[in-house]
């Protein structure tokens, strides 16, 4: 018998849904919301499990979309492209390269689905852009009373600015349009360099790139700088050989990283001069290839994270005092802090809503010692306004981010209207949004 419990990539969240349903149109989508209604049960629609905190959660009917997937529309001309809601981006990029688009910007990993990562505010990188929301022009939606809305800029356009990033408490998403770009190769280098350089130069790497990023591993000098731009035409770096990528991103980032972070968790004091010798072989590499293939990289080794979007300008003080407090953690960190930036945006919930963002996200080898470390950059990041990532580790309330975010009132307004009995509740939701 197929078990019913539910549990995230990560292993901090699990839940056990009194029944599941799996969806293959809208239609279907309206008539398990409305059976549920009929039970008195809560839905929430499952993505692929990314995300770190509860958000899909449910004690009542969970929503299985893996069968709602694939392109159902496309304009060549505008570059805009429907997909059903639980298309996973992999499957989104594979699609987009038979038709010669993609996506602007992406985050790191491509396991997640369209769906999961924009109610999230999933992002990636570049000074200039936006994370996925913001590459959204349309989304279909299926409300708590079953019925069918569809809304963009022009059409029911609350909605809109609410279900971009709603971590689903508006409803069920049933397809989204994106509005995608024409194919593009991207130059990627990365390179080692003193992390002090990389503070003095952050503005000018943040402004000179088009996606630019570091990852500092917190007891080493040296951070790893990723800056990757767009590629006019065939010139740029050759591409790199299928073996080197296996080396590289298998076997070094991997399986080498993941024998490292097991040693550390076994003997926690090997953790510091581990944590240095990682810092101390990162390597130099320059390659181009088709963007997503640089944007996404794989993630196997498996960890806890938070991150927050802090205002740009007050990067380098989270980060100096984010260095002094590591230092003094009884428990040592296995993984490194990541840094990467956002343009300021429209999207009423998205942690880079009305500022130029930087994002740090710190990170722990599973199964060692996170709380202390985590409750000591939540403190640092909301002294200055930060944003906890909708998806990754936090314990903000509605009270706290009511005044991280200005349209917060709008928000919850668009929720009372599309969802007065809760249909798409879970404690998570309550935390966050209130009851
Ligand atoms: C290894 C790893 C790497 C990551 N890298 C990044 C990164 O680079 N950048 C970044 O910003 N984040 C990153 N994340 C976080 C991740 O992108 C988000 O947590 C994202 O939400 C995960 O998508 P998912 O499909 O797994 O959604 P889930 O985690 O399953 O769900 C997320 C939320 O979306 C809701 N939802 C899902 N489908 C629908 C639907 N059809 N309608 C309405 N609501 C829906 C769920 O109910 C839930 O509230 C990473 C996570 C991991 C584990």
Redesign the pocket.
Known sequence: METMTWQ???GTASADPVRRAWPRSAEEIANAITAAAKDGLTV????????FTP??ATSGVALD?SGWAGVIGADLDSGLVTVR?GTTIRDLNAALDTLGLAMANL???DA??V???I??????TGAGLG?IATQVTGLQLVLGDGSIVNCSADERPDLFNAARVS??ALG??STVTLQCVPAFRLAADERPMPLGEVLDRFGEFAAGNDHFEFYWFPYGKNALVKRNNRLAGGDGPSAMPSWRRFLEYEVMENAAFGALCRTGRAVPATIKPLNRLAAATLSKRTYSAPSHEVFVTP?RVRFVESEYAVPRESLLDVLAELRAGVGRLAHPVMFPVEVRVAAADDVWLSTAYGRDSAYVAIHQYVGLPYTDYFRLFESIATSVGGRP?W??MHTRDAAYLGHAYPRFPDFLRVRDETDPERRFANPYLTQVFGD
């Open positions: 995230n990539w990560a929430r629609a499952l993505g692929s499990g990314h995300s958000a899909a979309l809601s985050g790191d990993i997640q689905t769906s999961g990562a109610s999230t505010g999933t992002h990636g994370g971590v689903g069920v998403l993630r990532h998806g990754k």
